[in-house]
């Protein structure tokens, strides 16, 4: 197991954007991005093949976040624009997935979450 920190959140207008980091020891196959909406269930929103780089997105983000690796600085990256009031949420980064890499994969370590929310 490995600690994950999260960072990069805080309050937007509508439409706006921000980009989130999770800094990391060592790298799994899979990592991803998760959050949580109040009084809602955790949900997947990106996952990342970290050998070959393929990514993997919830269709609720897809064509606005964008998630990435820089291995050089031990760092996840999610790139979120066009932010709506929906995306409200604790946003978190995940590693050791298990099985194919999905934002639906099963992930062993977790930050502690970063508080992202939008509104006017």
């Known amino acids: 197991t490995q600690t994950l920190e999260e960072s990069g959140g805080g309050s937007v207008p509508p439409g706006g954007s921000l980009t989130l980091t999770c800094k990391y020891r060592s790298r799994s196959h899979c990592m991803g991005w998760f959050r949580q909406p109040p009084g809602k269930a955790r949900e997947g929103i990106a996952a990342?093949?970290?050998?070959?780089?393929?990514?993997y997105y919830a269709d609720f983000v897809r064509g606005r976040f964008t998630i990435s690796l820089d291995d050089a600085k031990n760092i996840l990256v999610l790139q979120m624009t066009g932010l709506k009031p929906e995306d409200t949420a604790d946003y978190y980064c995940a590693t050791d997935a298990t099985g194919p890499c999905s934002p639906r994969a099963l992930f062993g370590d977790w930050g502690q979450g970063t508080q992202v929310i939008v509104s006017s």
């Open positions: 990342i093949e970290t050998g070959g780089g393929s990514t």
